[in-house]
């Protein structure tokens, strides 16, 4: 007797843990933590967060070592030599190293490095004359600048906060898309449990009426073709019964290997409650959009990468001159120590110009192409906000009457159970024919159907409210304000 308990147990406590009871809230939860889909948008997510890391470090000083310890040299070379009036070659061979400490510093206003640097190189000659040089830099301030020329550091200003801001609300969307394609999965899997449900109390009502059916056809009150069309109804319930039993298996594995659960789970489903009646404001929404789209933030991106680029081709395509001018001190002697007694002042500046002068109209080309491309991206831009405004106009219309339609097909579905209920008692009393009864059981049909679509049609609805503005009006909750991007890892 206790063995049999036991194995009873084991098998009751392995149903427990393959079964899985999820609400809507739970697998969109799930979806947006745990799927494929989800990793592949935190990853896209964070490669634009360490690219904006990198931007701000670059803004930053920079202190770089370089080494060169060893350098051997052995070669034969051409000398003069004074005595023979001629040229000769001679072996020569050398050690060398060197070592430089550099300090950068970008300039953003105008485009210019800053630069401090100490170095220190080392030379030994071997041959007929052996003697060792050192010559020591021991501080040198340098800039180098374009004058009139494209300042890449001041659009990197602009646009990269741009793609950093865009990147941040596209994973928001992303995972509202997410939501989106979850729900989807949720009610394909919920449209089947619920079709099979009322297959199994078709069934139940068919075999009432079949049943009805032959006391009267006993009695002589209904034809034999109407009989067969009561057992008709009884075969079509339990087809249906068999067909939601197979679109269950296959909206399950959806559902499943979407979430990333156990491919052979059992999942039962608990549909959402009717959800409270909300306003939106289309002004509040209108306005929450253009702070939360990252569709216009992407275009606004296109718009400076295309003022960029104009920039670039005026000033590269006309006069520039370059600037490079260091001061500091150097000394070389035989000795360390005296490489670094009395330094002497070293100063260096050079100044480059590039002139156009003929090019066959290459750079009106270039100037006139990247004039239409920024015209092309204000195009675009003026088109995004009109389709991004109309499109959330109609959502917002489509919301509403999504919540009365859901109402109402609530209400079909509660009186076309009331009529079939009296249609029954209407037909075993002989009041009404078969064809009414099966009208009736149709409707009733229907209206079970109706109802979870409608559902889904709402949330749907409702989601894409949300995926537009980043705002859950129902709970007057901003995503982008409540969301915690230090947590995505």
């Known amino acids: 007797m206790k063995s049999r308990l036991l194995i009873l147990f084991l098998i009751l406590s392995q149903y427990a843990v393959a079964q899985h009871v999820y609400t809507l809230d739970d697998v969109i939860a799930i979806a947006q933590d745990s799927s494929l889909t989800a990793f592949k948008y935190k990853n896209m997510y964070l490669a634009s ?20 310890p060893v350098a051997y040299n052995r070669q034969l070379i051409s000398r003069y030599d004074s005595e023979s009036d001629m040229d000769v070659y001679r072996q020569q061979k050398s050690y060398s190293a060197n070592g430089s400490l550099t300090l950068s510093q970008n300039f953003t206003p105008i485009g210019g490095t800053f630069t401090i640097t100490t170095s220190l190189d080392y030379l ?17 301030v340098g800039y180098a600048h374009t004058m009139f020329g494209y300042n890449k550091y001041k659009w990197e200003k602009k646009i990269e906060p741009i793609k950093f801001e865009k990147a941040k609300l596209q994973y928001l969307y992303n995972a509202e898309q997410i939501a989106t394609t979850a729900l989807t999965y949720f009610f394909n899997l919920a449209q089947a449990q ?12 068919c075999d009432t009426l079949y049943s009805m059916g032959l006391l009267k056809f006993n009695i002589a009150s209904i034809t034999k073709n109407d009989l067969r069309n009561l ?3 009884v075969i079509t319930a339990k087809n249906s019964v068999y067909e939601a039993e197979v679109e269950i298996k296959k909206a399950s594995l ?26 939106v404001d289309v002004q509040k929404a209108l306005d929450l959009m253009n702070q939360n789209s990252y569709l216009i933030l992407e275009k606004l991106q296109s718009v400076t990468e295309a003022e960029q680029e104009l920039d670039m081709v005026k000033k590269q395509n006309r006069f520039t001159a370059s600037v490079n001018a260091s001061v500091g001190f150097n000394q070389q002697a035989e000795t360390l120590e005296d490489a670094y007694v009395d330094p002497l002042r070293r100063d260096v500046v050079s100044v480059s110009l590039m ?5 066959w109209g ?49 209400e079909s579905q509660r009186i076309a159970q009331e009529v079939y209920n009296e249609n029954v008692k209407r037909f075993q009393n002989g009041t009404i024919d078969i ?41 007057n909750i901003s995503l982008s304000e409540e969301f915690d991007f230090n947590n995505i890892r």
């Open 49 to 68: 967060y360490w690219q904006f890391r990198n931007y701000k470090a670059d803004r930053l000083p920079s202190l770089s070592l370089n080494l060169t």
């Open 124 to 140: 030994r000659y071997f041959g007929a004359s052996t003697y060792n040089q050192f010559n020591a830099v021991p501080l040198s």
């Open 194 to 205: 619920y079709k099979l449900k009322n297959a199994k109390d078709q069934v139940e009502r």
């Open 231 to 233: 057992e008709l109804d």
């Open 254 to 279: 959806s559902l499943a290997m979407f979430l990333g659960i156990d491919k052979n789970a059992e999942i039962e489903l608990v549909l959402p409650d009717n959800p409270e009646e909300f306003e």
């Open 355 to 359: 002139i156009p002068l003929l090019d």
């Open 362 to 410: 290459v750079r009106k080309g270039q100037r006139n192409r990247a004039e239409n491309n920024l015209n092309i991206a204000l195009i675009d831009q003026e088109q995004n906000m009109q389709e991004l405004e109309q499109n959330l106009v109609v959502t917002i219309n489509e919301l509403k009457s999504r919540y009365f339609l859901l109402l109402s097909a609530q």
């Open 435 to 475: 064809t009414a009864l099966s009208s009736s059981q149709q409707r009733l049909q229907t209206a079970l159907d109706s109802y979870v679509s409608s559902m889904y049609q709402y949330w749907l609805c409702y989601y894409s409210l949300r995926k537009q503005t980043l705002y859950d009006f129902s709970k």
